[in-house]
């Protein structure tokens, strides 16, 4: 059975419900096929390990987890708190040049484009890292921008959409 598993990192609670959107979105669009739902806060993972481990195939071999990971950035380009561990831990498989080709992502990032150094840090980084891990990119990642409240919502249903359209297309 497919899985996915919408991981959020939020400091305030504004993106964490944009992540509970998205987990509804694909819970009305998986009760009726063959596959599973979750939306986790990145520091509630019971087994981080496990979500990278080899282990996350099918029978077939098939990858069936599918990390939908949303967040923001936060002061100085960081992670929020709620998701410092499961950003080391990439980190960790990535600097240790692991590959992760076995498994599925998506980042859906927030951030505000006033800074312009450090503007959705945390998304593009977490995203350059799973590609250079040669995970697949199962809905291209987008980058939200927070300051301009029409567009990122135009962009959110846009992922959204795009979401659902690979769900029912697999
Ligand atoms: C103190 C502070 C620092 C921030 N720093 C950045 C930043 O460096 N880069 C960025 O893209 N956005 C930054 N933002 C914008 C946040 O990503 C944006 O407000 C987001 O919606 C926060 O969501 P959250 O509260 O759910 O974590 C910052 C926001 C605050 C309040």
């Known amino acids: 059975m497919k899985q996915f598993l919408v991981l959020f990192a939020s400091a305030t609670g504004f993106v964490a419900d944009y992540a509970q959107q998205l987990y509804e979105v694909i819970q009305s669009h998986t009760r009726q096929s063959n596959a599973d739902v979750q939306l986790v806060p990145m520091d509630s993972i019971e087994n ?9 195939v099918d029978a077939h071999g098939k990858p069936y987890i599918y990390l939908s990971l949303v967040t923001s950035t936060t002061e ?8 410092e561990d499961f950003y080391g831990i990439v980190e960790k498989h990535f600097s240790e040049g692991e590959m992760l080709s076995h498994l599925h992502f998506s980042v859906l990032g ?8 450090t503007y959705n840090q945390v998304g593009r980084t977490l995203a350059q890292w799973f590609r250079q891990m040669n995970a697949q990119e199962f809905v291209d990642c987008k980058m ?3 300051a301009n409240p029409s567009q990122m919502e135009d962009d959110f249903n846009q992922y959204a959409r795009e979401l659902i359209n690979y769900i029912s297309n697999t």
């Open 110 to 117: 927030f951030g505000h484009s006033h800074y312009s150094d």
């Open 144 to 146: 939200l921008d927070v």
């Open 48 to 56: 981080m390990n496990q979500l990278f481990s080899e282990q996350s």
């Open 76 to 83: 100085g380009g960081k992670i929020s708190e709620m998701g």
